[in-house]
């Protein structure tokens, strides 16, 4: 699967992205699929339970993690509402090791830490042309408590993600989140989606 980092703006529609792009679908059910949503609901854990180095231990060194910027848009360019040349976040491997250290030691922003519990629903996987590596796009609804407010604050997304077989583990090589609103409803992204 080829990644495009451009704008979903421009006239392309190659650069429109929906749903599994692969055709080699995975069969529910069948080995591969149970791992890797066995992999998804424990990556979910380990976030919910601010184990990041856990976490970190499931993510490849060439990895990379972005979320795009999401328009509003009419007409006939409605479906054009990524845009993949601005980022909430843009990060790899060394990033997000340093934004993880933070998180577990002085991260201003998630002091107290926030309270999160991650839904991981539609389930979608598909073969790449690279040998074991898996195209994977699933939903997240993302409910967060913070501090003593009674107010939680939540999101959606759909997650597109290439997941690695490594020795018998699967390593998150790639996510790119796209978050349903084009104006955030969270007070910031110090949480990992």
């Known amino acids: 699967m ?45 976030l919910d339970e601010r184990r990041i180095d856990d976490w970190i231990a499931m993510i490849a060194q060439d990895i990379i993690y972005q979320a795009p910027i999401r328009l509003t848009r009419t007409g006939p360019n409605r479906d054009r509402d990524v845009m993949r040349t601005m980022f909430h976040f843009d990060e790899n491997y060394e990033s997000l090791m340093m934004r993880s250290g933070r998180l577990q030691k002085s991260a201003w922003a998630e002091d107290p830490p926030s309270r999160c519990r991650r839904f991981v629903t539609n389930v979608r996987i598909g073969e790449c042309a690279t040998p074991g590596e898996y195209e994977v ?46 104006v955030l409803g969270m007070s910031n992204f110090a949480v990992f989606l």
């Open 2 to 46: 080829t990644w495009k980092t451009k704008s979903t703006a421009a006239p392309d529609a190659t650069t429109i992205l929906r749903g599994l792009v692969s055709k080699k679908r995975v069969p529910l059910g069948s080995e591969v699929y149970n791992r890797i949503l066995e992999t998804l609901y424990d990556e979910a854990a380990a």
């Open 137 to 182: 796009v699933s939903y997240l609804f993302l409910e967060r408590s913070r501090g003593d407010s009674p107010d939680n604050e939540r999101t959606t997304a759909e997650r597109r993600d290439i997941w690695r077989d490594v020795d018998g583990e699967y390593k998150l090589a790639r996510r790119e989140i796209i978050v349903d609103q084009s």
